[in-house]
């Protein structure tokens, strides 16, 4: 079933066109997307533009209150259009943000409800009911992957996002992209947030949103991070846990240190390895420390004569 254009602007058939023009008047403030926040609030505004489109026209209004919807939209049967002036039918092009200001007349369609001092006036049919601050939209938040050589030596991430920007007749937008850059430091941690004020999708009466990221660590196949330090775990045999050995480790900058183990290890010992960690945030010439656990390989089975000499060795 079609719509009902004298229902949509709360109207009974015997309407006059002051009546139309009345209803439309209240309806559009009360509706309008730059003031009403109802999730149909678009639908609704672009419905009223139609109606008050069609009824506020001597010759759309007759056809439809003679044809209804269907003869207005679909055309006129034939033996009834004398000149077949509406026989493709009626289709509603208008932009109803355009049919706002022509009624209401001037650049800034809310102009007449705001005194010489900015004062805004009260309407006496529940229109504009206290000028309401201009609000921000919540920020938007993603999250930043970076591997740890990003954050070990910092770079530079360019980022590309698409946002609707207002176009210049303030009334329509459009979906615009922009590359923002971002200055990672080095020893940036987990959880670092880089904002980008008013980056957001723009609209009328409200203030873009904050565009946020947050730093979070890619999985790294050697190290684990623990705030300035990182973690490298290796595999040793029994034998070299107890005799000693040499770990390599090829850092995050590409250097091969040969780190000497000359203590016994046990499932709970761990080596540090002064400075060998991330840079500290704000002061990158210093670094955190390389903590060195160790994954100890037991034999799967020894020989009678291995384990007499490990008896020997270790029992006497």
Request: neutral net charge; charged residues 30%; contains cysteine.
């Amino acid at each position: 079933m079609g719509q009902d254009y004298y229902a949509v602007l709360g109207l009974g058939r015997g309407a006059s066109d002051a009546d139309v023009k009345k209803a439309y008047r209240k309806l559009a403030l009360r509706y309008h997307p730059w003031r009403c926040k109802e999730p149909r609030a678009a639908e609704r505004f672009r419905q009223l533009a139609e109606a008050y489109d069609v009824l506020s026209d001597p010759m759309k209004k007759g056809i439809y209150d003679k044809f209804g919807e269907e003869g207005l939209k679909e055309g006129i049967p034939l033996e009834f259009a004398a000149d077949n002036a509406w026989s493709d039918g009626y289709v509603f092009h208008n932009d109803p943000y355009r049919v706002f200001k022509e009624f209401f007349g001037g650049d800034n369609p809310f102009a007449e409800f705001f005194a010489e001092d900015g004062t805004e006036l009260i309407l006496p049919f529940g229109g504009l009911r206290g000028r309401g601050a201009m609000r921000q939209d919540p920020a938007v938040v993603r999250d930043l992957y970076l591997s740890l050589e990003d954050l070990f030596h910092g770079c530079t991430k360019k980022i590309k996002i698409s946002r609707r920007v207002m176009n210049e007749d303030g009334q329509t937008s459009s979906i615009r992209d922009k590359i923002l850059t971002i200055d990672v430091q080095p020893g940036w941690r987990p959880g670092t947030r880089i904002t980008f004020e008013k980056e957001g999708d723009q609209g009328p009466n409200v203030i873009p949103a904050d565009i946020t990221f947050v730093v979070q660590e890619k999985m790294h196949p050697r190290f684990k991070r623990a705030n300035d330090n990182l973690i490298f775990i290796t595999t040793i045999p029994l034998g070299k846990a107890l005799v000693g050995c040499t770990v390599d480790v090829r850092t995050l900058d590409g250097r091969l240190l040969n780190i000497p183990i000359n203590d016994i290890v046990d499932p709970t010992y761990c080596k540090v390895v002064p400075g060998e960690g991330m840079p500290l945030p704000g002061d990158p010439q210093h670094r955190g420390d390389l903590l060195i656990y160790f994954n100890i390989c037991f034999p799967k089975k020894l020989t009678p004569d291995k384990k007499m000499l490990l008896r020997s060795a270790l029992l006497s």
